[in-house]
């Protein structure tokens, strides 16, 4: 009786401990303190200005598991990779995805390769977007601008990796209404089995 | 400034206290208000200032023989300086100092005196909870002043104090996302107002 009273305290204790080392860390930007500041610690937030309103992205535990999670989607055969970070703007759910081509990357062992890479969005081969609310006709709107990808860690285990960097693009719809994303930064932790999906 | 060289300043100063505090010392405890600010080169927007406080004691000998008008001034201050920046949402830097001015003080008449030296200080604490290193833990700045009825047990003051030296190490990161090379930046600027309160009445006289 005891000795499972211990047991499920350690393991109560585990899983705050994991719950909490997981959470997103917001380290306000001391410019603009509306923005993340930018870090290669693995803080699991993002942060950018959507035209003068601010889009957020910080990682934190809700009712059904963790909300705010970074996602990167691998197409080996195609050579092609979708970066998706989720947050909000303002109270709208809304998230940014990076669609991009020819980076090499075929496995998250391959990440690494990354590390440096700044691959302008020019709205054909490689593309920013801005969703709003999963509204499917945003992805009508290509964005053009940046995506730099300036460090990644990876660990010895090859099983999570700090991947942080800064964007910014415009994106224009059918009647010219420009959406500027602006002061993007991010600072993740990527988990192979969580955030990886190869398909 | 390194801690050391810091270290080296503070030595020296503690021995030149303790030199005055052997005699009978014309010491005071003083406090009051701060009104801060912080001057940005480039970088802040919507910047403003924020009232904060200080307190204290100070130390004043006379040094010059047959000039009892100039008289040297070391103080220990508990000093708050910050900012606000006002978006939709407010957001203040408060930081806590231990600031340590070193005064000349010319009474051109007995009721008046001028001040004008430097202060070097060292961060004690913050409200910023994350990312500190960004900021300097030292801060120098120049100090000029005006304080009435000096010859008095109470008097006031009002001084300015200007950083030297920039609070904020930063890397530039334009909208696009490309990384500028590092840049120094904000000074604090401070606008004080207290009171003086002598314990001590007597000048120390630091010649024969």
């Known amino acids: 009786m005891r000795k499972s009273f211990y047991i499920n305290s350690i393991l109560i204790g585990w899983i705050a401990v994991t719950i909490i080392a997981c959470d997103g860390v917001f380290v306000p930007d001391p410019v603009d303190p509306r923005l993340p500041k930018y870090t290669e610690s693995g803080n699991n937030v993002a942060g950018a200005f959507v035209n003068d309103k601010i889009w957020e992205s910080v990682q934190t535990w809700g009712l059904y598991g963790y909300i705010n999670t970074p996602s990167f989607y691998v197409w080996p055969e195609e050579d092609s990779v979708v970066i998706r970070f989720s947050g909000d703007t303002g109270n709208k759910s809304a998230w940014l995805e990076f669609h991009l081509k020819n980076l090499g990357i075929t496995d998250f062992e391959d990440l690494p390769l990354l590390k440096g890479v700044k691959t302008e969005l020019d709205g054909a081969e490689n593309t920013g977007y801005y969703i709003e609310e999963c509204d499917p006709d945003s992805y009508k709107y290509k964005g053009i601008g940046q995506l730099y990808i300036k460090n990644i860690q990876i660990n010895d285990s090859l099983t999570m990796a700090i991947f942080s960097g800064t964007f910014g693009f415009t994106a224009t719809d059918s009647v010219g209404n420009s959406t500027k994303i602006s002061y993007g930064r991010f600072d993740y932790r990527l988990k192979k089995d969580y955030h990886f999906f190869k398909n | 400034m390194n801690i050391r060289s810091f270290l080296k300043v503070l030595f020296v100063y503690g021995l030149f206290t303790l ?35 200080h307190f204290g004691f100070g130390i004043q000998y006379f040094p010059v023989k047959n000039f009892s008008k100039l008289s040297l001034i070391n103080e220990f201050i508990f000093t708050q300086k910050g900012y606000q920046q006002n978006f939709s949402n407010d957001y203040f830097f408060r930081f806590n100092y231990l600031a340590f001015p070193i005064l000349v003080n010319y009474s051109p008449v007995p009721f008046l005196s001028l001040q004008g030296g430097v202060e070097l200080s060292t961060l004690l ?14 801060d120098s700045g120049l100090v000029a002043g005006i304080s009435a009825f000096d010859n008095r047990r109470f008097s006031i003051y009002s ?50």
């Open chain 2, 19 to 53: 030199a005055a505090t052997k005699s009978n010392a014309q010491v005071a405890i003083q406090a009051g208000a701060n009104f801060c600010n912080v001057k940005s080169d480039v970088l802040l927007g919507n910047q403003n200032s924020i009232e904060a406080y």
């Open chain 2, 159 to 208: 001084r300015v104090t200007y950083g030297l030296s920039p609070m904020l190490n930063y890397v530039l990161i334009d909208e696009m996302g490309n990384f500028h090379g590092k840049m120094k930046d904000l000074h604090n600027v401070c606008f004080s107002l207290g009171i003086k309160f002598k314990l001590l009445n007597e000048k120390i006289i630091l010649h024969k």
């Open chain 2, 125 to 138: 604490s913050t409200n910023i909870k994350q990312g500190m290193k960004t900021y300097n833990h030292f």
